[in-house]
Structures are given as structure tokens and as C-alpha cells.
């Protein structure tokens, strides 16, 4: 099953991966190391070449900095002496390093977090949290779909009441897929919005509120100001900050920005259907310290899979890779 969500297939059938640019780098990197290059004095020259490949592939610098220091460490620990093919070993070291660095310090399930909610009798409460056009709205589509889908019933709170044409957005996805959407007017304030779908979820005997919210830019200080009061009167269980793989560098400070001023407790990442460079998919669980719980990989609603750290890393070293 693990291996079925690590490959993609084209149109053919055949199988393709993504993360194209940085696999490929890394891949030139590893074919061109010789046995004389795995001694202490020469592993620095192959952390140096790597840091750049990462850096290149919008890796931030700090993680691509943790990414090295590490395999430098299981290298120089490692017996080289009858090596005669160190490709291998720099692979699996690397792939050990980077499923290390993608490995969340504290899991998120959400369907188990809605079934506790639900054992309580309370709606689950989820808000979600992001710039203007990463996914937010189509996430909350994807989401609600996959509660469907695991039997939970869902409303949608339009609160992004600032952009033109997002609250209809979210009412024709939730035509589609058969999900309420709460909604009031353009410019009307987004926590009452919040607050009547909360509301609406408790009468029902909903099981999860998915709350949008609007997006302009991350500095506007309105923005930030109305995102803390939807959090003051709703207290989301979950604040999701929704990012775009193809930011890259500049997602680290987003999700930095978000987590000081709201808070967050998990991301979905999305747009990795469209991102040869992989980057940010790296960096994001490494710098935040809440995990990436979804990962966005198209435009329909089924295109969201559960985050893995094998299913990025697979992306980058592939397993047949290891048998150079
Ligand atoms: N390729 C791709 N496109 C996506 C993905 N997620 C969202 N989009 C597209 O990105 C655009 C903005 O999405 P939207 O949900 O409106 O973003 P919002 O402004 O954050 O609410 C839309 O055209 C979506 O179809 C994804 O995972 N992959
Ligand atoms: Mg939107």
C-alpha cells in the first residue's frame, strides 16, 4: 500500500515521481563519489556539494545545514575500509537522515481527533490559515470529502468574507459534494460567520466545522487581527496553516509569521503535483515545529494524501536508486 502512494503514474501508466529537480541532483551527486572520497577528510567535500543541491532546491538553510552535519556524522561512524561500492551506503545514510529530519516530533490523526470529538457530543473545530490562492478553500473541499467518505458528516464556515467571489467558491463546492456552507455577506465580520457554523454543527449534531478564512498578504496587519478573533471566539481544536510548495523559501517565513501570531498546530502542504524542487516539502516539518499532516497533490478532490516522511523521501531517493 505504502509503495502504491510512493509512485505516481502518468497518463501511461508509466512511473514518474515528483520532486524531479532535487532527486535528479542528488542522484548526479552519489553516481559521482569514489571509494577515496568516504574518509573524514574528503566527506566534507560531499556535505558541501549536497548543501548546495538543497540550497538550490529551496531547502532552507538551516535544515539543509542539519541535513549534512548529520550524514557527516553516520559517515565518519561508518567502516569503510573493504568498501568498494560507497554509493549505497551514502544513499541509505542519506535517506535515514532526511526520513529523520521529516519525522514529526508529535502525530496528528484527525479522523481519531473527530472521533474523540464525537464520543463528547462536540463538533470538532477546524480553522484554516494561509495567504491568498495556496489551496485553503480547495482544501477545506478535499477535507470535507474525506470526512465524507469516512463516514463523518461536515459544515463549511465562509469566512473569508474579503475576497471577491470566495464565498461562492466555497458554496459550489459544497453543492457538489453535498455539505452546508455558512456564509453571510461580503465585508460582514468572519468570526460571526465562525461562530454561527459552530452553532449550527452543535444543533445538527455535525461532527466537524471546517472554518476558511481570508488570505490577503501575510503582513497586513487587519489580516492578523481578524484571524485572532476568529480564534478568541470560536477556540478552534485545530489551527491548520495552509502553505504552496512552489513559495519555497519564502513558505518558512510564512508558517514562522502564522505560528507567532495564531499559533498553529499543523500544515497542509500543497501544489507538490507542481513542485520539481521539493524544498519546502523538506524544510516545513523541520522548521515549524508542528507537523504536516495532508499533503495537496492536484485539483480534485481526491488529490490529498496523508503525510509520510517515506512518501517525500521516496520522491527524492527512490528504493531501486539504492542498488546502484
Ligand atoms: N495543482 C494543484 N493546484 C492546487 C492545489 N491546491 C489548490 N490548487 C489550486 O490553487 C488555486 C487556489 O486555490 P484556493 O483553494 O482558491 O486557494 P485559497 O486562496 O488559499 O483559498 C486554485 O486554482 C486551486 O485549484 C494542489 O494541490 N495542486
Ligand atoms: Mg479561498
Given amino acids: 500500500m505504502i509503495a502504491l502512494l510512493n509512485l505516481l503514474c502518468d497518463f501511461r501508466g508509466r512511473e514518474f515521481y515528483l520532486f524531479d529537480q532535487l532527486r535528479k541532483n542528488v542522484s ?3 553516481k559521482k563519489i569514489s571509494i577515496t572520497e568516504i574518509s573524514p ?15 538550490k532546491s529551496e531547502v532552507a538553510v538551516v535544515t539543509a545545514d542539519a541535513i549534512c552535519e548529520s550524514l557527516s556524522v553516520i559517515l565518519l561512524k561508518t567502516e569503510h575500509a573493504r568498501l568498494s561500492n560507497p554509493k549505497p551506503l551514502v544513499l541509505s545514510a542519506l535517506r535515514e537522515v532526511l526520513l529523520d529530519i521529516l519525522s514529526p516530533k508529535k502525530e496528528i490523526d484527525i479522523l481519531k481527533r473527530v472521533e474523540e470529538a ?16 495556496v489551496g485553503k478553500t480547495l482544501s477545506i473541499a478535499k477535507l470535507g470529502k474525506l470526512l465524507q467518505k469516512n463516514g463523518y458528516s461536515s459544515v463549511f464556515a465562509a469566512g473569508d468574507t474579503f475576497r471577491a467571489g470566495s464565498i461562492q467558491q466555497l458554496q459550489q463546492h459544497g453543492e457538489k459534494l453535498g455539505i452546508r456552507v455558512i456564509a453571510q455577506t461580503y465585508g460582514s465580520d468572519a468570526a460571526a ?17 471546517l472554518i476558511d478564512t481570508a488570505g490577503r498578504i501575510e503582513t497586513s ?22 502553505g504552496d510548495a512552489l513559495t519555497g523559501n519564502a513558505l518558512v517565513s510564512q508558517v514562522t509569521l502564522f505560528n507567532e501570531k495564531i499559533g498553529i ?11 520539481v524542487k521539493g ?5 516545513v516539518t523541520h522548521i515549524s515545529s508542528s507537523p504536516i499532516i495532508f499533503l495537496g497533490k492536484g485539483q480534485n478532490y481526491d488529490d490529498i494524501v496523508p ?10 531517493i527512490p528504493a531501486k536508486q539504492l542498488n546502484l
Wanted: hydrophobic residues 50%; positive net charge.
Fill in 193 to 209: 460567520v465562525a461562530f454561527d457554523a459552530v452553532n449550527h454543527a452543535i444543533s445538527k449534531n455535525i461532527d466537524v466545522v
Fill in 221 to 242: 496587519s487587519n489580516l492578523m487581527a481578524e484571524l485572532k478573533k476568529i480564534c478568541k471566539v470560536i477556540e478552534p481544536d485545530l489551527k491548520i496553516f495552509v
Fill in 118 to 133: 464525537k464520543m463528547k457530543r462536540t463538533p470538532l473545530i477546524i480553522a484554516f490559515f494561509g495567504v491568498n490562492g
Fill in 41 to 55: 577528510k574528503s566527506i566534507s567535500k560531499i556535505t558541501r556539494e549536497l548543501k548546495d543541491i538543497l540550497i
Fill in 28 to 30: 548526479k551527486l552519489v
Fill in 279 to 283: 524544498g519546502a516539502a523538506v524544510s
Fill in 265 to 275: 498546530d499543523a500544515s497542509i502542504l500543497n501544489k507538490i503535483d507542481a513542485d
Fill in 307 to 316: 503525510f509520510s516522511p517515506d512518501f517525500i523521501v521516496n520522491n527524492i
